[in-house]
């Protein structure tokens, strides 16, 4: 079984067995998985080459003179071990690594990498390990990593460019020189260590963390960090609680809480609490999630007040050819108001659609008929329009997507020759997918009697003769029989023995489109 659908590093699987016989054997298998992992013979990569962007965030269009590219490749030499590799280089730069992940013992995973850097700088190299296991649901994740000599990466040395080009902008609190602010060189030393584990008597869980980090320029941080959390609580609500304190900077502390409760399927009420030496605040938001059929709609409130007093309110809106959305928000330094309005163009061979941003893969399904209800992943995303198709973005490529129609919302006279289709689209591409929906089906319901005016036993089989269609006699004679023509005959088999029956009817469509019922038909 190789496609279990894990969700964390440890658990432990059921599996059942039933014999022939009717015996039933039912064993607890443990197992761990971990997501860097691939299976022997797979493998990913991915290269990019531009020019790296300025100011992400802040400014539009801003990007450094000289080009650079990364790229990565991950294979699976074996179930257990995967082994990986990754380079940069430009701007004066030329870095390259590689690493492994390997499982241990079935119940943990080591890893290792090792990378070098030759830059305008100088030399150096950068090393990495790391541990992680998880058993009867306590969870343990170490890793250090140290820098040697002059080592940089694109960030690093792209610093310097980003902050003699990058404008300073003004913002609410004033002239803010983004580039210049930050020091994205690589840590001297790096230390991680992390805890986490569930609480007996249902009384939630806990977490702590020690991360140690020396900067380039001597600078350290030792920060601890605690949390609590607890569900299961009356109204379905959730608490959390975390503190955290940097030894090498004693001001460098604080404490934050907070609880959710959930006012429905897709409303939210939380409030939090954030008390830091000298800053301290406290936060009430209500959310109505935005859904992912065409129609629907959602909102968010936000309250703060206290050191830093700010209010939002945001609304959202999923129209058929776009998504709408509208932020209005007041602070100490001023107000602003956004309205927003973003969507996609697709050409394909099913013609041009309108539709909402496509951040991966789309598909556009071929319903057959208006007004279908089409689901993903069982979540409903819209209804096809006039010519019986639909956009739909938001599939995950190189995965199983799964379409389906609901039988519901199609025509009375409509035939399906399937309701589900599964998709695996590749990134930034799209799929087309066809039901196979007729809407007119040129069938009958067609009443079978004998020469005495009795009906045939349930479940007996017919055949058409001129097609060869077979179709099964139920209950009252009536059978449902497709791609009929004007006149036809059929042949029905009356039982085990091979006793049959002769019929002919003629056959004449409705205006409306509907199944025309047909008979009394003797069968002789």
């Not at 569930?198 to 920060?223: Q, T």
């Not at 004693?250 to 897709?266: C, E, F, I, Q, Y």
């Not at 208006?370 to 995950?396: A, E, M």
Request: glycine share 12%; proline share 6%; aromatic share 8%.
């Amino acid at each position: 079984i190789d496609n279990l659908p894990t969700l964390g590093a440890d658990g432990t699987a059921s599996v059942v067995l039933r014999g022939a016989n009717g015996s039933v054997t039912k064993q607890d298998l443990p197992f761990y998985n971990d997501g860097r992992l691939l299976r022997r013979g797979l493998y990913s990569f991915s290269a990019e080459v531009g020019f790296p962007r300025f100011g992400y965030g802040s400014q539009s269009f801003d990007y450094g003179r000289k080009p650079v590219g990364v790229a990565s490749a991950r294979v699976g030499a074996a179930d257990w071990l995967t082994v990986e590799g990754h380079a940069e280089g430009g701007a004066g730069l030329l870095n390259g690594g590689a690493g492994l992940v390997a499982r241990t013992f079935d119940r943990a995973a080591v890893s290792f990498a090792l990378a070098g850097s030759k830059s305008p700088s100088g030399t150096g190299a950068q090393i990495y390990a790391g541990f992680d296991t998880a058993v009867f649901g306590v969870s343990l994740d170490l890793s250090t990593q140290r820098t040697l000599g002059t080592y940089d990466d694109l960030a690093s040395v792209t610093a310097a460019e980003n902050a003699q080009t990058t404008t300073p902008y003004s913002n609410l609190d004033g002239v803010f020189n983004y580039g210049a602010s930050l020091d994205v060189r690589p840590p001297r030393e790096l230390d991680r260590i992390s805890v986490g584990a569930p609480l007996p008597a249902r009384l939630g869980a806990i977490g702590a963390s020690f991360v140690h980090e020396r900067f380039p320029d001597g600078r350290k941080s030792d920060l601890a960090t605690a949390s609590l959390t607890k569900g299961d609580l009356p109204y379905r609500a959730s608490v959390y609680l975390t503190a955290f304190h940097d030894f090498s900077n004693p001001r460098t502390s604080g404490l934050v809480a907070g609880m959710t409760v959930p006012l429905g399927m897709k409303t939210t009420l939380s409030a939090s609490f954030d008390a830091q030496p000298g800053s301290s605040f406290g936060t009430l938001s209500a959310e109505r999630s935005l859904g992912p059929e065409i129609g629907d709609w959602g909102w968010r409130a936000t309250d703060q007040e206290g050191a830093a007093p700010y209010r939002e309110a945001r609304a959202s809106y999923r129209a058929r050819y776009a998504r709408l959305d509208a932020t209005a928000a007041q602070q100490p330094g001023g107000q602003s108001a956004t309205v927003e309005a973003a969507g996609s163009i697709v050409a394909m061979p099913q013609g041009i659609f309108l539709g909402e941003p496509i951040d991966d893969s789309f598909a556009v399904v071929d319903a057959g008929a208006p007004g279908v209800r089409i689901l993903r992943d069982n979540d409903p995303v819209g209804t096809t329009d006039w010519s019986g198709k639909l956009l739909v973005p938001g599939l995950r490529s190189y995965e199983d997507n799964r379409l389906d129609i609901d039988p519901k919302s199609l025509p009375v006279a409509a035939d399906a020759a399937r309701t589900t289709v599964q998709v695996v689209p590749a990134r930034l591409s799209g799929v087309p997918v066809a039901f196979g929906v007729r809407t007119k089906t040129d069938a009958a319901n067609v009443i079978f009697v004998d020469a005495a005016g009795k009906f045939p036993q349930a479940g007996v089989t017919g055949t058409v003769s001129a097609t060869g269609a077979r179709f099964v006699v139920g209950y009252d004679g009536r059978s449902y029989i497709e791609g009929l023509r004007p006149h036809d005959a059929v042949t029905i088999t009356l039982d085990g023995a091979g006793r049959t029956c002769a019929a002919a009817f003629d056959y004449a469509p409705r205006a409306d489109g509907l199944a025309p019922t047909i008979g009394p038909v003797v069968c002789k």
